[in-house]
């Protein structure tokens, strides 16, 4: 088996190295735990686990032709932060402490653990540099952190390949020799994103996911009707304006891939006019209906020759950067996770509930949403670097409100 990574990035991935030049586009996820185990354990499960996937031991360095490529780092650990802290700690601000230190990129390894340590339970903090990781990822790397450190065996995994690689798209052959490329001046200004969080009831949730169901939507729709109404409603200078709204896709499923710490999504975007006429469900209706057909091989493939079209083929690294800054513009992410897909009973741990991602997705303004549903209990993150206060609470509100409507529309609502 080849254990060790040695491969050009792939266009979504050298397009997140590209803009973490320019702003950070590291992630967190974070796991409340029933529970302890010593920090020795942990630390030897973070060992483990480095050695079963060979992303958690690469860095980012040009090749021969000026392109970034993931290659291994030997006897490099994994850095692991432990805080000793009382029962009703507040985890977010060690997210916070976390998004604010960036990766370097060119060293390694694209992974910090840190490991709160409460009375009677336990806050496993992930953070990640977004080349070489999703959200996924870091969901089951806490599934195989947890499996470690209760003494289970982890396989080892081979090196995962580029989405464009399993796709046998174009590889990346820049036109410039490598004397032509200019150095990366990586902005190194400190950022301070707030972090806040809130767990839904499992009653709630529930009631949620049937009365989706019901108005031919999904969660993820309400979800996005829910953000969508709650900002417009707190932040008055969104009212009347044109909103972005930007879903992640995870690609797993319609390229057959395994669980893998890799970077395998795509983002699409749904606008939303100032149409205060619409109900709640019809805005659910037609976010779900903006997301049609993207988690198919084709939309995939198209996607990353998009990005193949802007970052491949050259090495001018401002005229990427120059193009991609007009990507990624959004008012609001909705980056959902679904649900936790394993047992959350680890022997003497317990996975109680896992929260995120949280990641600044954009320029500033922008809101993002983390939603994962462990237990049967949907979990929300806000981060942002100015966050409007209360925002999850006021999307919970909204959520109630029209579970509790009669339902009247059960059609499908197509994008116009």
Known sequence: MKRQQNRPLGAFEKTFWLLDQIDSKDFCLAADIAGTQPVEKWRQAIDLVQQRHPNLSVRVTLDELGRPTLQPVENLPIPLRVVQVEQNYRWEQEVEKELSVRFNTAEGPLLRVVLLQKPDSTVLILAANHTVADGTSLSYLTRDLLLAVTGEELALM?????????????????AQTAEQVLGL???????????????????????????????????????????????????????????????????????????????????????????????????????????????????????????????????????????????????????????????????????????????????????????????????LTNTSDTPIPGLLVEMEQILDNACQDTVVAKTECAVR
Not at 167 to 172: K, Y
Request: aromatic share 8%; charged share 20%.
């Open 158 to 174: 081979e090196p995962p390949v580029s989405n464009d690689q399993t796709l046998e798209l174009p590889e990346d052959l820049p």
């Open 185 to 379: 001046n990586m902005k190194t200004e400190v950022v301070h994103p707030l972090v806040s969080s809130h767990r839904f009831s499992a009653s709630t949730t529930r009631t949620l996911l049937e009365r989706a169901r019901q108005e031919n939507t999904s969660v993820h729709g309400a979800l996005c009707a829910a953000v969508l109404l709650a900002s417009r409603k707190m932040r008055p200078g969104w009212v009347q304006t044109r909103m972005e709204l930007v879903s992640p896709v995870c690609t797993r499923g319609a390229l057959h891939l395994d669980d893998n710490v890799g970077l395998n999504i795509t983002t699409q975007s749904v606008f939303f006019d100032h149409q205060p006429y619409m109900s709640f469900w019809d805005l659910a209706r037609l976010a779900k209906a903006g997301l049609g057909g993207t988690s198919s091989i084709d939309y995939t493939r198209g996607y990353l020759s998009f990005f193949g079209s802007l970052v491949f083929g050259h090495n001018d690294i401002q005229q990427m950067l120059d193009a991609l800054k007009q990507a990624f513009n959004h008012h609001i992410m909705v980056t959902n996770l679904v649900r936790v897909r394993y047992k959350t009973d680890f022997g003497p741990l317990k996975l109680e509930a896992l929260y995120g991602p949280m990641v600044r997705s954009g320029k500033g303004m922008e809101q993002t949403i983390g939603a994962l549903t462990t237990n049967g209990s949907l979990c």
